[in-house]
């Protein structure tokens, strides 16, 4: 789908993405990047790191009006995917999902994480104090955070959690402290969504 005039997004599940699929994608890769993708630890992560690299080449191509097959994919020093002469995009899986984020003239990134049940020791990790207010509520006790979180408050946590890698994955430096920046800071340029059970969030400055 199109976010705006200078933003698409696409997602693909796993169970859609055939073998053929796969084997196709394999081929038009680097000898480098085959070999990197067969020392993956396990299938599903080959096939997911195989499913985003096919669903970036397919939007890059559509939006460049390219063979898909002569794209060639490089990586910044600090590991941010890029494709020479082509617009910017940004790929996340989690757990039988991929998504990729493409910015016509603007640098973008994209965070998607299934939603579940979290311990109180992560939000800790992931919230600064005006996060914790929005997901928690400004009278919660941050002391006493119940092992069990209600559906909207776990909601409001992935929408922090992914806002702030697909932050960091749009200005490049790799994922930082989680902590170091609050969700009030970035929000004017996020568009946040819910797809089945999964949270996204997509940043960029073409996001008004």
């Known amino acids: 789908m199109a976010l705006n005039e200078n933003i698409i997004l696409k997602h693909l599940f796993l169970r859609d993405f055939t073998e053929k699929e796969y084997d196709d994608c394999v081929c038009v890769m680097s000898p480098e990047r085959r070999e990197r993708i067969s020392k993956a630890k396990s299938l599903k992560v080959r096939r997911q790191t195989v ?30 995917p890029y494709a020479a002469g082509c617009a910017d995009f940004s790929i996340s899986h ?37 996060d914790m207010d929005y997901v928690l509520g400004k009278a919660a006790n941050l002391n006493a955070i119940p092992d069990k979180l209600e559906p909207a408050v776990l909601e409001r946590f992935f929408k922090v959690w992914t806002a702030k890698e697909a932050y960091f994955k749009c200005i490049g430096t790799g994922i930082k402290d989680l902590k170091s920046i609050s969700l009030e800071k970035i929000e004017k340029n996020l568009y946040f969504y819910t797809l089945k059970n999964y949270a996204v969030a997509v940043f960029g400055t073409d996001i008004k």
Request: aromatic share 4%; charged share 25%; net charge positive.
């Open 51 to 80: 499913a985003g690299e096919m669903l970036a080449r397919k939007t890059l191509a559509e939006h460049h009006n390219i063979d898909a097959e002569k794209i060639v994919f490089k990586t910044t020093s600090y590991g941010k």
């Open 94 to 130: 989690s757990n039988g999902i991929v998504v990729c984020a493409l910015g016509k003239s603007a640098p973008i990134g994209v965070d998607v994480e299934f939603i579940r049940s979290v311990q109180p020791e992560i939000l800790n990790r992931v919230c600064t104090k005006s």
